[in-house]
């Protein structure tokens, strides 16, 4: 049973790991706050439940830690997270003085790092040395957690993505944005020049109503959208029925078939389509340089895509 961390937002990842340390060290565990020095930590005070073992539990005050990238196939090994000839320009180096601050403070006695990294045990090893030289923590008292490890604990604690609505057939949207990047990136180069069609909607098409309400996106966000993007869609209509657009306009196609397959796939009844907009338009900010450079134009391509039933229900089968 795999979950797509990457696809999480760094709050969700913050959810699931407090929900998490629930179970490994107790109900008292407090979720992540901002500290005066703009770090997020969370907190267990007493005895552990589960680590390192219930023979020999930890006690005092232990610190947790959630580190979330949206980077795929990454690892704690990675010489932006973890390098001992650039400390401190990495993740670890860059905590290491509020770690060590708290540990001299007395607020401190053991410390966990989450992240939706792959951890090898040569990494561990490392890592854990560097944090118990550098701040005075016996290596005994720091814990690294990976993704294979965090399957683990979610599979032998299964109420923990109930309680965080993490399932795994519900789990995000894993897509692709190069096309669509590179359709934006030329809509971009080309709006001022695009000649508008006349003010009709695309046909055959469902009404918006309909289709809203088929969807169950919310009256509000379905106005706030044709308000701010009405505009644009006549703009990328023109766009893609340009002929010397054609490779262009299958990009888009492909685009569009990708992102309805998905959304097909793993939607849950429960969702609003509200949902599956701002995912998607969070992701391929998260995950390509060009569409968050593009923000406007990205959003008016979604909406674009929603509006023209290319993506989303258009009838009741």
């Keep these: 049973?795999?979950?797509?961390?990457?696809?999480?937002?760094p709050e969700q990842f913050e959810k699931l790991i407090v929900v998490l340390c629930q179970?490994?060290?107790?109900?008292?565990?407090?979720?992540?706050?901002k500290g005066p020095d703009g770090g997020r930590d969370a907190k267990f005070v007493g005895t552990a439940e589960h680590i390192p073992s219930k023979a020999a539990p930890w006690q005092g005050t232990t610190i947790i830690q959630a580190k979330h990238t949206n980077g795929t196939n990454k690892s704690f090994s990675n010489s932006d997270f973890y390098s001992s000839r650039s400390s401190n320009n990495t993740v670890i180096g860059k905590e290491i003085p509020r770690i060590k601050k708290l540990h001299q403070k007395k607020q401190l006695d053991n410390y966990m790092l989450f992240s939706n990294r792959r951890l090898t045990g040569n990494a561990?090893?490392?890592?854990?040395?560097?944090i118990s030289e550098q701040c005075g923590i016996s290596e005994g008292s720091i814990y690294l957690c990976g993704t294979e490890q965090l399957e683990l604990f979610l599979k032998n604690f299964p109420n923990v993505p109930k309680m965080v609505k993490l399932d795994p057939v519900d789990s995000p949207l894993i897509i692709s944005p190069d096309e669509l990047a590179e359709v934006v990136e030329a809509l971009a180069r080309q709006i001022g020049e695009i000649k508008e069609m006349q003010d009709c909607p695309?046909?055959?098409?469902?009404?918006?109503?309909?289709k809203n309400a088929l969807n169950?996106?919310?009256?509000?966000?379905?106005?706030?959208?044709?308000?701010?993007?009405?505009k644009e869609t006549k703009q990328i209509s023109s766009f893609l029925a340009n002929p010397e657009n054609e490779q262009l306009k299958q990009l888009y196609e492909s685009t569009i078939e990708e992102f309805q397959l998905k959304i097909i796939a793993k939607r849950k009844d429960?969702?609003?389509?509200?949902?599956?907009?701002?995912?998607?338009?969070?992701?391929?900010?998260?995950?390509?340089?060009?569409l968050r450079g593009h923000k406007r134009l990205t959003r008016a391509m979604l909406f674009y895509m929603y509006w023209n039933c290319d993506i989303g229900k258009v009838n009741d089968a």
């Design 1 to 9: 049973m795999k979950y797509a961390y990457e696809d999480m937002s």
């Design 23 to 33: 179970y490994l060290l107790g109900m008292a565990t407090q979720g992540f706050t």
């Design 124 to 130: 561990e090893s490392d890592i854990c040395a560097f």
């Design 202 to 210: 695309p046909t055959p098409r469902t009404s918006y109503d309909k």
């Design 216 to 230: 169950k996106m919310s009256d509000d966000y379905a106005t706030y959208l044709r308000k701010k993007f009405l």
């Design 270 to 290: 429960y969702q609003t389509f509200d949902e599956i907009m701002n995912y998607l338009r969070c992701l391929l900010f998260n995950r390509d340089a060009t």
